[in-house]
């Protein structure tokens, strides 16, 4: 990844953000950025697959689906038909902790859109008749889904390593879960998650007059409140289990050494921010320890990848090296070696400025569009009080290289993970 001395010299100011509170305890966060050409309406939801109840599994992600397929108001395929209109785009996406809904539009349509997705979004039609040929949709997604080799893979390291917690299953879900679902199911899901408490709107890019009038008067502001006493966050905390697998995956096309060590919850954003430094650098560039060591100097990898999953019960930490069979034990060897020479000796200064410059203007250049600063500040805002996007780097500069070596890379040792070792099934 190649740095321009110019950009880490003058760092770029993030959108100043402002917010709101309604009385139902749903939010707005606004990041007024003058000079983009976009409006982003991101809404998000504590309604994740980890909120899912026993028999429930898959249930968050069939309900992204199916809010699509219409509301009380709008009928299958008018939502983007009317998004498009406007010379605009939309997604949504699912994750363990939350889902958001997004759309992209000029600033002249954004009021039309906003009242467009929180129709769809919190009034979802959710019929009958479109519910089974969309579960079979999402039936598809999962036997597509286990056909993957390599996706098998990583669910068989969070199966083992988080076992007992929904972190450690599909957010797909199972099958005989959907299929046992029904639209009423669904919709005690939904009115049970998408609550006042639980609900933030991001409006990230160019503010038109007048939308955040229209938004005090939206239905988000009229959101049912949580029932006293309900729980807002996710009841279990991550208890990671450490331990080693071997296993054959068929038309797996290389040898995979995957390891996996429990992080900081992503509310602890210091310790979060050494982490994401501590990975950087082990792997990030030709330049880093596991990737000079592995792949540049021994040749003995095709690939190796190390990165941090923020999660609101317990972060996680995945190393994942792709190699011929035969050299999987010098792999993990080499792995090793790497790991205790971090935790035994401090990196020095240059080291420790890249690492940082790295992950420094990774940031920064993320919060140049209205979609990425929505996808930044939206889950912060949601589960936390909003910041400042570009906050995180005082708690990156405030690591030092003693600070790493005793309380990151001490931690992120062989003993301390579970260890998963995938071979080609012809590989015996």
Same mark, same amino acid.
């Given at each position: ?13 993030? @959108? ?17 950025? @003058? ?76 009021? !039309? ?188 990898? !095709? ?47 240059? !080291? ?73 099934? !012809?590989?015996?």
């Amino acid at each position: 990844m190649g740095l321009c001395h110019g950009i880490l010299s003058h760092p770029s100011q993030g @959108p100043e953000l402002t917010h709101q509170t309604f009385g139902n305890g749903s939010r707005c966060v606004f990041a007024p950025m @003058p000079d983009a050409g976009l409006t982003c309406l991101d809404f998000w939801c504590r309604a994740g697959s980890a909120f899912e109840n026993k028999g429930e599994e898959g249930l968050a992600h069939f309900l992204e689906h199916m809010v699509f397929k219409g509301s009380r108001q709008l009928g299958a395929g008018d939502f983007d038909r009317r998004i498009e209109a406007l010379g605009g785009s939309s997604n949504a996406a699912t994750g363990f902790d939350d889902v958001h809904f997004h759309v992209l539009v000029p600033p002249e349509g954004a009021c !039309e859109a906003l009242e467009l997705l929180l129709d769809l979004v919190l009034e979802p039609a959710l019929r009958a008749d479109a519910y089974g040929m969309e579960r079979d949709v999402v039936l598809e997604e999962i036997a597509q889904y286990r056909d993957q080799p390599d996706e098998q893979v990583v669910q068989h390291l969070l199966a083992s390593s988080c076992a007992n917690h929904p972190y450690g299953r599909p957010i797909l879900g199972w099958e005989e879960s959907l299929l046992a679902s029904s639209p009423d199911t669904m919709a005690a899901f939904h009115q049970r998650r998408y609550r006042g408490t639980n609900c933030c709107l991001m409006v990230a890019g160019a503010i038109p007059k007048g939308l955040e009038q229209t938004i005090s008067a939206s239905r988000l502001a009229s959101l049912a409140t949580q029932p006293e006493g309900h729980p807002n966050g996710i009841d279990e905390t991550l208890n990671f289990q450490r331990g080693r697998d071997t296993i054959q995956v068929e038309r797996l096309e290389a040898a995979r050494l995957l390891m996996a060590w429990p992080a900081a919850a992503a509310d602890q954003q210091h310790q979060v921010m050494g982490i994401d430094l501590a990975t950087t650098l082990l792997a990030e560039g030709r330049r880093s320890r596991l990737v000079e060591r592995l792949r540049e100097e021994l040749q003995i990898v !095709e690939s190796i990848d190390m990165d941090l999953t923020t999660l609101e019960q317990g972060s996680l930490v995945m190393l994942e090296a792709c190699c011929p069979a035969e050299h999987i034990e010098e792999v993990e060897a080499e792995v090793d070696r790497v790991l205790q020479e971090c935790a035994s000796t401090p990196v020095q200064a240059a !080291e420790m400025e890249r690492g940082r410059q790295l992950v420094g203007n990774g940031l920064r250049f993320s919060l140049e569009a209205p979609g990425s600063v929505a996808g930044i500040a939206g889950p912060q805002a949601l589960w936390r009080e909003p910041q400042d996007p570009l906050r995180p780097l005082q708690d990156l500069q405030n690591w030092t290289a003693a600070g790493l070596q005793s309380d990151v890379f001490g931690q992120l040792q062989a003993s301390r993970a579970f260890t998963l070792v995938a071979l080609p099934e !012809e590989a015996s």
